[in-house]
């Protein structure tokens, strides 16, 4: 089985810009959850989708949306980027039902400048 | 509340030696528990979990990890520690509703 890819790896913008990034799940796998990865915060959740639906959300400001589409793929939209946003961002799948375990994508490296 | 507490941030070892980092958490529900490692500029891939029964866990690359209710501790162990074990990991606890909440994370060390 493939992994959870996410697409761009690397990715450069400028301050007030907006970015979009793309996840796709391990098949079979309904639930996709975002995190913003950085130095001085850690791991901060962002948000989690199943079904299409947003069932979690994290404690970010409303510039950091995301969807999910009908074949689990999931895409998260920054707005109006920020010098702090600059951060690697992983996504993770899981089945969806029940107390899963996360597997987890290679990350996208945002650098905003 | 679901809460997870890594005690120290970096931990240093020499090659061989015993590997030892510590994770306690807090759960309102029965935990499921879970340590994934991350190499640099990757993700994270799941080294063990807990789910029910059993309270050592065995994982991939030598470690484990035992669950004690008790003193809501979940540390993770390796009896002799590689170069390539160098690394972060985390330890992270499951809610019922699938939310998972991370510690902060142990950068581990090791020493020719």
């Known amino acids: 089985k493939a992994g959870v890819t996410q697409t761009p790896r690397y990715l450069i913008k400028t301050r007030g810009q907006q970015v979009t990034l793309s996840c796709s799940p391990i098949?079979?796998?309904?639930?996709v959850s975002w995190y913003q990865q950085t130095p001085g915060q850690g791991l901060q959740f962002l948000f989690e989708?199943?079904?299409?639906?947003?069932?979690n959300k994290g404690n970010f400001p409303g510039r950091f949306s995301g969807r999910q589409f009908s074949n689990s793929r999931s895409e998260m939209n920054v707005s109006t980027l920020e010098l702090g946003d600059s951060a690697l961002y992983l996504c993770?799948?899981?089945?969806?039902?029940?107390?899963?375990?996360?597997?987890f994508g290679p990350g996208t490296r945002l650098t905003v400048l | 509340a679901q809460s997870v507490t890594q005690l120290g941030s970096h931990v240093s070892v020499s090659e061989g030696a015993l590997v030892l980092l510590r994770c306690n958490y807090s759960?309102?529900?029965?935990?499921?528990l879970f340590w994934y490692v991350q190499y640099p500029n990757q993700g994270l891939q799941l080294l063990l979990k807990?789910?029910?029964?059993?309270?050592l866990v065995k994982g991939i690359n030598g470690f484990e990890a035992e669950f004690k209710k008790s003193e809501t501790s979940f540390h993770l162990t390796k009896p002799s520690a590689h170069m390539s074990d160098a690394a972060e990991y985390f330890c992270?606890?499951?809610?019922?509703?699938?939310?998972?909440?991370f510690g902060s994370g142990t950068k581990l060390n090791v020493k020719p």
């Open positions: 992270a606890v499951n809610d019922n509703f699938n939310k998972f909440y």
């Open positions: 098949s079979g796998h309904r639930s």
């Open positions: 989708y199943f079904s299409e639906t947003q069932r």
């Open positions: 759960s309102s529900v029965p935990p499921y």
């Open positions: 807990y789910t029910t029964g059993a309270t």
């Open positions: 993770a799948s899981s089945l969806g039902l029940g107390r899963n375990e996360q597997f």
